[in-house]
Structures are given as C-alpha cells and as structure tokens.
C-alpha cells in the first residue's frame, strides 16, 4: 500500500539495529511519524518542543486530498491498527480496517495516531526532552485529552490533509473524537465516537486512581526515575490486571471461564497461587503489557481521561459541540461497565441538542467495554452502514 | 444486656493495660471468645490445636435455650455487630441488631463470630501457633468458607445452644449461611443468606485476585513474614479500595460524588496525586482498613471466598440444600456488580427445587454489595417480615 508522507515524516533514524532487532520481537517495528508544530502549546499551559507523532496508514489520499480517516486509539494500543507491508503482524482493529472491511482501505486513506503522551513513537513521558538529553519523566507536562486530539489533526495536517472524511475512536479514542469535535467543529463530515465520554465518571475515575495508586506504590516505581531495564513491573502489573477485568463483564468471562482450574498443577505452588482459568489469562494479559508499555506514560494518559470533561467547552456537552458540522454515529455497549452506556447516550443528546444528524447505537455485546475489538460483526455492520 | 457464657467463654487474659487502651482508640476491645473442639480438623484436609472464636451478643437465652440468632459477617468485620455494654461503639449492623429493630434483641439471644481466620480475636494467620509459640502466618492451614460455618456453629454449642433459631449472614457471611445449612441442614428453624453466592463467579474471583497479588507483590509483605509494625501496608490499601469500589455502585457514586474536586487544594502535590472527591473517600476507607486488618489473614479469607463452591457438597447447588428443613429467606440486590443477582438468584432456585419455603427478595437498592449495611429501611423490611 501506497503511504503519502510530507518531507518530515520518516524512519526515526537513531535506532540501532540492535534495538531494531528487540523491538522486531514486540512487534514493535519502528514507526512512522511527523513533527509537531513547535513550540506545541498543551491544553493545560505546557509546552513541548521537536514534539512528534507517531503514526501508520493505510490505502491512498485520493487526488482531491478528502479521503482520510483519522483513527484515535485507546490508552494502550500502538497505531498498528492493522497490518502493513512493513509490519504484517495484525493489529488491534484488524477485521475493521482493510480492503473490503468496515472501514475500507481500497476507497479511504486511514491513518493511525500513537496517541500524544504514549510510548510507541509518539512524545510522552519516556521520550528524551531536548532540553536536557535526558527522558522527560515527570518533568512531562499534564497531556489533556484536547492535546491528543489536536496532535491528531496536526499529523493529518502534516501528512497534507486539512479536510477529514471521518474522525473514529474507541475509549480514548471515542473521548479523543468529541475532544476533536469541539476544538475542530468543522474538520471532518463524519465522527464515530465509540464506547467513550463526555467526562470521565467518579467510578471509572476510582479505578483509574487505584491503578495510578498501585504503579505509584511499587517501590521500583522510584518516584518517576526507574530505570528503563527496571520499571515498576509489579505495579504496572496490577494496574494492568485491573483494566483487564473492566474492560470485559462479569457475564462474558461466566460463559467463557466459569470456575475451570488453571491449567497445569499448581497445588505445590504458594497457597495464594492462581488456581482459576481466569486468573490465568490475566497473568498473560499483563505480562504482554508490561513488557511494552511505560509506566509514567501509563500515569500520563491515565490521569487524562480522568480530567476530560467535555464541559470545560462553553459549560455544557452541547455546547460544547455546537458548531459541529458533521454527521455522527455514537456507538455504546450496554454491558460496558466501565464508560457506562448512559455515558454515550449523554453524547448522542448533546449533538441532537443542536440538532446535528445522529444516529446512536446502542449494542447488546455481551464482550464489555472491549466489545469494538471482540464483537466484530456489530461493529462491522454499524460502522459500514454509516461510512455507506 | 446479660450474656451466656460457657465456662471456656473468657476475655482474653493476656493483654496488658496499655495495650488494651490502644485497642480501644481503635474500638477494638478485647472481644469474649470460646475454645473450639481440639483438634478442629478443617473442610480442606488442615488441622487447628486451641482454636478460638471471638463473638458479641445481645439478649438473652431463654429457658427453652430456641431463641438463638446465629450472625456471619462479611470478609473484614469484627464481631462487633451492634453496640454493647462493654463496647458501645456503633457496630457495622447497628440499625438492624437491637431492641425494637428488625433483628430484635428483645426477643432474640443475638451471636454475631468473628470467622475463623479473621483477625479481630478469632484464630487466623495472625494467631500464635501453640505449636511454635510463634505466629502462625503461612503456616495456617487453609481455610474454606465450611470451617468458618462449622466454626459459627461450634460457637452457639460452647454457648449452650444445640438448635438455632435462625442463621444470618452477608456477602462472605450469606456463603458461610449455605455452608452452614450444607452442613448442618436440621439445626436451624430460619436462614437469611443476603448477597451471597453459591459458587464466587470468576469476575469476583479476578477482582479477588488482583486484591491478593497487591498484597503479595508488596516487599513488606515479605513472604507473610512481615513483622506486625511493619506490614504491607500499600499492598493492603490498594486491595482495600479495589473492595471498596466494588461494593458499591457506579450509579450510586455517580450521585454522591460526581466529578466534584477534594476538598483542600492539591495542585502543588505530585501531578498524580488525589484530585476528585471520590479518591478522597478511597483514601480515608483505605486508611482505616489497613490500621485494622492483618494481611495475611485477608489473603486467607478472599481465598477461601475465591474457592466455595456449594456443589462440592453432592454434586449440585440443590443436592446440597436437598436436608434443608428450615424456612429461608434469600436477599439480593440489582446494582450488586460483585455478588450479581443472578447468583442469589441460583441459590433460590436450589432451595425451591426441594420444596423449601423460599422467599427471594430481589431489591432495587443503589449502593450495591453495600446495600445491606445503608439501605436500611429495605433490608429492615423484608428481615422484619420473615423473622415475625
């Protein structure tokens, strides 16, 4: 697949092979990216220089240039939404982005942010600060949801595009589209918000606020300056077992799990040893995460979507969107515990509120807040019928 | 209020002056206890040497000796159910145990047990193994929501009561009642199980589970070995407010908390520091807990929550409950995400499968798992209703 890049996107060059090589083992091959305007003024009064996004595309920008799709992701993915010449392992949206799919690769141009403040090629906490050569670390500014989308928008400004087909986000991502959509109102024809919020609700915020706490507790945590062979494992671990379990529901992992032994014999282990099929597959979930993800870019992002809040734009959801000219689809789970289906439907109201064409659909995936990457055909269908 | 006592039923001799004045800042007063049989052989193959059980109670024993309640607490409550004379610190059910209330001491001799393998004067991990004159810690042997039933039993015999009136209990203590009733089907005219389970379902498991591992990844806890000035204590917080959060309800916090901010001003702390109310309220729920509760004994209890399943006892839920002679009443409530109602739901089902006067009460309370200790007036109500 063709991939349209302007002069400043390119390879980052100072990789070694041997890094390279690491990296290949992760499937993290080192991505594109572009640079940020700078200095790239934040959402809560800092500022970042020679800041840089880290993206991946799909299809090509037709002549016209109003072809592209920006895709936001959630907190932890990398933009490999799905498989590219340069990285054929799959991606995280693999049966929604591709030739013939949902979102589909033969008439659009999809791009793929690293959201700001991650650690997959984007600037964020783990980066090195050009000021001072060493990685920023907590002298990271506060990152805001706003930032996100912003830097969305300049990667799509950058790659030559000021005029989007469509904005598309989960989670984050859903948060980060209204984000877009109120800084943006007039930037793209279509928004699909997914299993996001309008602000993030005290319940989600609680768990959030354990999982910061658990990483912030690990004494190897060493208040922000780990070592990069010797982050807060134990923490992360914890804190990424936790979003496991939120992001599923209880009746999914009844049906899937039940009460199954864990397979293998662990009897002769500690008396506090998994025992269940369950805890077992949250062992191999945060093992994978903890792997690849920062801690600080955890906390980072984390405490973003806490402090989202739609509002702050003009003192309510709708008008916060007011001057928004696309159509829109917001998509919600019902069994989603997590951004509550009220939660996307307060959304869908806001637009409505100013009479912005809005279709919500609210899904009966039994799969939780992770339903967008389990229960395909929904999502397959709903977002097709919309893109039609 | 008179109390029975067996001549093995004792305050603790041991404790010092100033060691009790300590305790009580804590309103931890020295509890009365008896001995258990010895050797107290447990459900999973263990035995247990001078064991004991810590208990309150309210009212009085009549000459028939039938007029006893039996009390099962959920995993962190002492025995202190209601105020007494020696204690008169509101207790965790003082607005249902008392003259005139819904469990009325008027007419009832009312025994609430600290469990087997808490810490609040009950034998558990924290306890001097006689054997060694040392705490037990890892060494105690592991404990099933049967040994904490049997346990609770054993108390009312020591006391002098053979034949119970009724049997009560919440979450932990709603499975401790099916594990009773399994056990001891005959023994009891009446039994409340409110938000239990028949079998912990694996979301609760892996909730559970993440619980114990931040205890277990903490270095102080130091392989159980901690010394008792020094214990885990972050991994004990984080446990506690992920308990925390999931007794209660998304809607109900949606409510009472919001998005509004702490109180006092907290920008100048760690960019990561508690910002909401609701981080507030985990922080001081967290801190009293961990002042309170021994670590390893909270590993033993959410074990052996983990671990119950009811159709250990012949095969199904309803062959368990099949000698049952007693009238039951089965309570649960909508918003309970850690107990769901389907669960209190199956427990009826067994009991009405043998023809078992049942009554389900299916309510609608918002604050969740928590409901039975502040939604008063509903769970007044209904246990009012089945005890007159």
Redesign the interface.
Known sequence: MAQIRNPEAHRNAGASASSRNRRDREHMIEPLSVALPDPFLLYRGGVLHQARIAYESWGELNAKRDNAILLFTGLSPPAHAAATASDPSPGWWERIVGPGLAIDTRHYFVVCVNSLGSCFGSTGAASINPATGERYR?DFP?VAVEDIARAGYETMRALGVEQLDSVIGASLGGMSVLAFATQFPKAAKRLISISGSP?????????R??Q???I????DWQAGQYASDNPPR??L??AR??G??TYR??AE??A????EPIAGNTHTM???A??????GY?ESQAERFTRVFDANCY??LS?AM??F?LAEHGGSYAAALAEVTARVLVIGVESD?LF?IAEQASIAVAFEHNATPTRFARLPSLEGHDSFLVDIPRFDAEIRSFLA
Do not use: C, Q
């Open positions: 907590l506060e602000a993030a609700s005290p319940f989600a915020i609680a768990l606020s354990v910061r706490e658990a912030l507790r690990d004494p134990s923490g671990r914890v077992k936790l496991t379990i529901s209880a992992w009844r899937r799990f039940g009460r500690s008396p506090f998994p025992h269940f099929a369950v805890e949250l906390l980072y405490n806490d402090r809040d515990m509550a």
